[in-house]
């Protein structure tokens, strides 16, 4: 059984945060790996919680669910979908639409008079919905047509006139909806070409071979040719929809490899894609700059730092097989943020071990200067839990920072962290000797749970060692 500690209403909210912001192909592809690492008996994540949370998610998204029913709202906005995520933190980013837009933006559609074209439209492709006909292209169309026209009527006013720009705000949820609705009008010129990627390329991608980084160039190609200035977005699109989403620099060093001329316009579009990949580490790096400078919490920092280390890798992998230097050096730069992270986490770690391990002035002309437990008193749950969630961390912590190229990191923390449970270990056992009666008990509990939170970092062998000394002293007279 995975031990499992409740999330407060912070990490909740943090959780919420990081899963909200992941591609439908991530999330997907995170969901099977905690539910196999729970099967396993997986520990010192929040598996549950985070496993409710992805399926909730997911739900939402329609993805990997069966399919519901058609209408005129979700055809309008499948095209669009590999660029929608569950809630948004900070500032607008290209390519990221929150969920939250879209039903205002569809109301908006419904309800506004200069949109009425696109809500007899809707109306038209809901009835032939209804009458079970199965050939709609040519409604779906005409839906795309009139919405087209509809925005542009409305984005029009909103920008010559203040005042109506701040009521569609309010409307549409506030700046970063109204800039959700910019972006999917922009889109719409684009639809037919996101419609034939994702019909080319089901979810999720794996691997692009050969073929499909040819057949992904001829998608791309047809909507430079139509509709150039979403033509980038075809490629942000396919990467959503891989489960790796890294995976398609691969995309961008083929179309880079067929550039000869600077001012050819996938030059700037295929670096568009690798600056949005990049976005996503730096968000990442970011993310773990706050949580390092906030309150400790173990759990989620090992959760953070695991995503923000596999994706870097990721990266690096496919760079390194071009032999890219500049992208190389760029997640270099991230991974020293990240290592900067590490260290603070663990110093976090022993602050929380340290909690756990209470010591009082030893009494004595002899040991004057020295340091004892504290067995006066139990050690709360709460403290107790976060010393188990901190050695857990701290035991990760070497593979993290080899993982990230930054071996010393954290290292003489974790080192410290050791020496002084090692310590603290060996003194309780001089406690548990000298103690009786009801203070011998409290010393043998508060043993008993030193030994457990510090199973992680010090290992099975010298766990082993510690309890047959406790038990030995405990039977002293």
């Given at each position: 059984?995975?031990?499992?500690s ?7 909210e ?17 969901f ?19 496993i409710?949370?992805?399926?909730d998610?997911?739900?939402a998204r ?31 980013r290209?390519?990221r639409?929150a ?7 569809w ?12 809500a ?17 292209i040519?409604d779906e ?10 925005l ?13 720009y ?7 949820g ?47 190609e ?6 150039p ?25 083929h ?18 894609l690798?600056?949005?990949?990049f976005?996503?580490?730096e ?14 919490d ?13 994706y870097a ?8 097989r071009a ?27 022993l602050?929380?071990?340290r ?9 004595g002309?002899?040991?004057l200067?020295?340091y004892?437990?504290d067995?006066?008193h139990?050690i ?13 961390f701290?035991?990760k912590?070497?593979g ?13 923390v ?6 002084e449970?090692?310590?603290y270990?060996g ?7 000298a ?6 008990a ?5 043993m008993?749970?030193a030994?457990?939170?510090a ?16 038990k030995?002293a405990?039977?002293?007279?």
């Amino acid at each position: 059984m995975a031990d499992q500690s409740p999330l407060t209403p912070e990490k909740h909210e943090r959780l919420l945060e990081f899963l909200g912001a992941l591609p439908n192909a991530a999330a997907l592809k995170l969901f099977t790996a905690l539910e196999r690492e729970r099967a396993a008996g997986g520990r010192g994540l929040p598996y549950d919680a985070l496993i409710e949370q992805l399926r909730d998610q997911l739900k939402a998204r329609g993805a990997a669910f069966p399919s519901r029913p058609k209408n005129a709202q979700r055809l309008f906005f499948t095209p669009f979908e590999d660029f929608f995520i569950s809630r948004r933190s900070g500032k607008k980013r290209r390519a990221r639409i929150a969920r939250t837009s879209l039903t205002p933006i569809w109301s908006l559609l419904m309800n506004d008079p200069a949109c009425a074209g696109a809500a007899r439209a809707a109306g038209a492709l809901d009835q032939a919905i209804g009458a079970g006909r199965t050939d709609l292209i040519a409604d779906e169309e005409a839906l795309f047509n009139a919405a087209g026209q509809g925005l542009s009527r409305v984005i029009a006013h909103a920008e010559a006139d203040e005042r109506f720009y701040e009521t569609l705000s309010a409307q549409l949820g506030g700046a970063g909806a109204l800039s959700d609705l910019g972006e999917i009008h922009f889109l719409l010129s684009a639809v037919d070409h996101l419609k034939a990627l994702q019909a080319v390329f089901p979810k999720p991608v794996g691997a692009l071979t050969e073929e499909e980084l040819y057949e992904a160039r001829r998608i791309y190609e047809g909507a430079r040719r139509v509709a150039p200035e979403a033509a980038p977005y075809l490629l942000l699109a396919l990467a959503a929809r891989m489960n790796e989403p890294w995976r398609s620099l691969r995309l961008y060093y083929h179309l880079a490899s067929l550039i000869s001329d600077a001012s050819d316009p996938a030059a700037g579009d295929s670096a568009l894609l690798v600056e949005t990949l990049f976005e996503d580490l730096e968000n990442d790096a970011r993310r773990l700059e706050r949580d390092a400078a906030g309150a400790f919490d173990a759990e989620d920092a090992a959760f953070r730092l695991s995503h923000f280390i596999d994706y870097a890798d990721g990266l690096a992998g496919e760079a390194s097989r071009a032999d890219d230097n500049v992208v190389l050096n760029r997640i270099e730069a991230c991974r020293d943020v990240a290592g900067d992270c590490l260290e603070r986490f663990a110093e976090q770690s022993l602050a929380a071990l340290r909690a756990a391990t209470p010591v009082r002035k030893a009494s004595g002309a002899s040991r004057l200067m020295a340091y004892r437990p504290d067995i006066s008193h139990s050690i709360p749950p709460r403290i107790l839990a976060a010393a188990r969630e901190a050695a857990r961390f701290l035991a990760k912590s070497k593979g993290a920072a080899e993982k990230l190229g930054r071996a010393s990191a954290a290292k003489n923390v974790i080192a410290d962290a050791s020496a002084e449970l090692k310590r603290y270990l060996g003194d309780l056992v001089v406690e548990i000797r000298a103690a009786e009666g009801e203070e011998r008990a409290l010393a043998r509990r508060i043993m008993e749970n030193a030994l457990d939170f510090a199973a992680p970092l010090l290992g099975d062998t010298e766990i082993a060692q510690f309890k047959e000394r406790a038990k030995a002293a405990a039977l002293t007279a």
